[in-house]
């Protein structure tokens, strides 16, 4: 007997496998290594745990409660708007990426609403635990968002005959992110890259009932 997915089940899938390795992967972090902890990979490659607020730049102007709801918002706009493409027949790929940002947004929703509550302080000195006695670190809807992979891939100084930074030193994608971040990111290059005209096209289609046909 053949199953046969739909684009419904496939989002869902989607859906449920970035949420899994996301969360597997920032309860295994947090819960086994102190803050700001390295391990070493390769020499681009490191696993590098740390925490931030989820502010965008660092600015906390409307605090941190204010983001956690407005990314809740977010997240159910955009959970609405992947019901509505499903059935109305939307490419899958474009399905699929929708999907992506859905779940990336949802996995960093979790450490913001849930983590505070259900770790300790990660610091130096101390590993996390899960359901300590003493209770989180912080409440409700206001955990810090795990995160831990760090790829400096060049990492050099500059030439010292460069004007303002010459022999200063440089890293070459220093960000560090998440699982989450990662399917958000790869969510929204692919609806650029391979999705762009669609997109154009749906929004001045008005999601109209008959969509062209999936590829």
Same mark, same amino acid.
């Given at each position: ?5 739909? /684009?419904?089940?496939? !989002?869902?899938? $989607? ?14 972090? /947090? &819960? ?5 902890? !390295? ?7 490191? $696993? ?19 983001? &956690?709801?407005?990314?809740?918002? @977010? ?9 509505? $493409?499903?059935?109305?027949?939307? /490419? ?19 450490? !913001? ?66 699982? @989450?971040?990662? @399917? ?12 762009? /005209? ?18």
């Amino acid at each position: 007997m053949r199953i046969r997915l739909t /684009k419904g089940h496939i !989002s869902l899938l $989607i859906i449920c496998f970035v949420l899994a390795a996301d969360q597997i992967v920032k309860i295994i972090v /947090k &819960t086994h290594m102190y803050w700001h902890e !390295s391990i070493r990979v390769t020499d681009w490659f490191y $696993i590098y745990f740390t925490e931030n607020n989820g502010m965008a730049f660092g600015l906390e102007i409307f605090g941190k409660f204010f983001l &956690t709801v407005f990314r809740i918002i @977010a997240v159910g706009l955009i959970g609405w708007y992947i019901h509505r $493409i499903v059935k109305r027949g939307f /490419k899958t790929g474009y399905i699929a990426c929708f999907s992506l940002i859905l779940a990336g947004a949802l996995g960093n929703i979790i450490d !913001s609403v849930f983590y505070g509550a259900l770790f300790n302080e990660s610091t130096h000195s101390q590993i996390a635990a899960f359901m300590p006695e003493e209770g989180g670190y912080s409440t409700w809807l206001y955990g810090k968002v795990v995160d831990m992979f760090y790829f400096p891939i060049i990492e050099a100084n500059w030439p010292a005959w460069m004007p303002f930074v010459g022999g200063e030193h440089f890293i070459f994608f220093s960000p560090i992110f998440n699982f @989450a971040d990662a @399917a958000i990111s790869c969510g929204i290059i692919a609806l650029l890259v391979f999705y762009g /005209k669609y997109l154009n096209n749906a929004y001045h289609a008005g999601m109209k009932q008959n969509e062209e046909p999936d590829r």
